[in-house]
């Protein structure tokens, strides 16, 4: 009767420390994830030659999200500006002069609500930029912002769209868009404040696989 107790107690004394051990290595996998990183990227400045019905060309403005930085780099960035556009580091050029070459398989989709509320990622929305045109739509209420037009020629994002990003290297974050002006005005006037300074909330998830912010 005592062996079979002895037999019991180390039977249960090894379930315990199986337990333990396997709650330990959860946790150190919980542990070892990078924290979710939350940004405001300010005057991110993205001229334009020409326009206004001639001929739109210079350089575009690029930024990587891992690094949280602009950089001149060739194939090490995400998304890129210039005047009211906004390209991917995927899919091709649509043929405008000066666009970069897309090395990269970063894509894009837009989404409605609030920036707090978009906490998943749907990885079958993406898509990446085509000769037919940027993945993020240009013109007014087509993309990212809405032009006003006569008398204010005001460029608004549209409130309540959010954009969710898959970077170069396969990760995710996702944007909103708050100014097109120079410090961000709150009442910005087209006449005065300067553009193009782009003013943009954006949180990027730096654990590869993890689709949730």
């Given at each position: 009767m005592?062996t079979?107790k002895?037999?019991?107690?180390?039977?249960?004394?090894?379930?315990?420390?199986?337990?333990?051990?396997?709650?330990?290595?959860?946790?150190?996998v919980?542990?070892?994830?990078?924290?979710?990183e939350?940004?405001?990227?300010t005057?991110?400045?993205?001229?334009q030659e020409?326009g206004?019905g001639q001929p739109v060309?210079g350089?575009?403005?690029?930024f990587?999200?891992?690094?949280g930085l602009?950089?001149?780099?060739?194939?090490?960035w995400?998304?890129a500006?210039?005047?009211?556009?906004?390209?991917?580091?995927?899919?091709v050029?649509?043929?405008?002069?000066?666009?970069?070459?897309?090395?990269?398989?970063a894509?894009v989709y837009?989404?409605?609500?609030?920036?707090?509320?978009?906490?998943?990622?749907?990885?079958?929305?993406f898509?990446?930029?085509s000769?037919?045109?940027y993945?993020?739509?240009?013109g007014?209420?087509n993309?990212w912002?809405t032009?006003?037009?006569?008398?204010?020629?005001l460029i608004?994002?549209i409130?309540?769209?959010?954009?969710?990003?898959?970077?170069?290297?396969?990760?995710?974050a996702k944007?909103?868009f708050?100014?097109?002006y120079?410090?961000a005005?709150?009442?910005?006037?087209a006449?005065?404040d300067a553009?193009?300074?782009y003013?943009?909330n954006?949180?990027?998830?730096?654990?590869?696989?993890?689709?949730?912010?």
């Open positions: 005592r079979l002895s037999i019991q107690l180390l039977a249960l004394l090894a379930l315990c420390i199986g337990f333990t051990a396997c709650s330990s290595d959860d946790d150190n919980s542990n070892n994830l990078l924290d979710i939350t940004e405001t990227v005057n991110l400045y993205a001229p020409g206004q060309s350089d575009f403005t690029k990587d999200f891992e690094t602009i950089t001149t780099s060739e194939t090490e995400d998304i500006f210039r005047g009211t556009s906004i390209i991917v580091n995927g899919g050029s649509a043929g405008t002069t000066d666009e970069p070459s897309r090395t990269g398989e894509a837009e989404t409605s609500g609030t920036f707090a509320s978009v906490t998943d990622v749907d990885t079958t929305l898509t990446q930029d000769a037919e045109g993945a993020i739509t240009t007014s209420g993309g912002y032009y006003a037009g006569p008398p204010t020629h608004t994002p409130a309540g769209k959010i954009f969710v990003f898959k970077t170069n290297e396969g990760k995710y944007v909103e708050l100014s097109y120079e410090d005005p709150e009442n910005p006037d006449f005065a553009t193009p300074y003013t943009f954006y949180v990027f998830q730096p654990n590869e696989g993890v689709t949730t912010f």
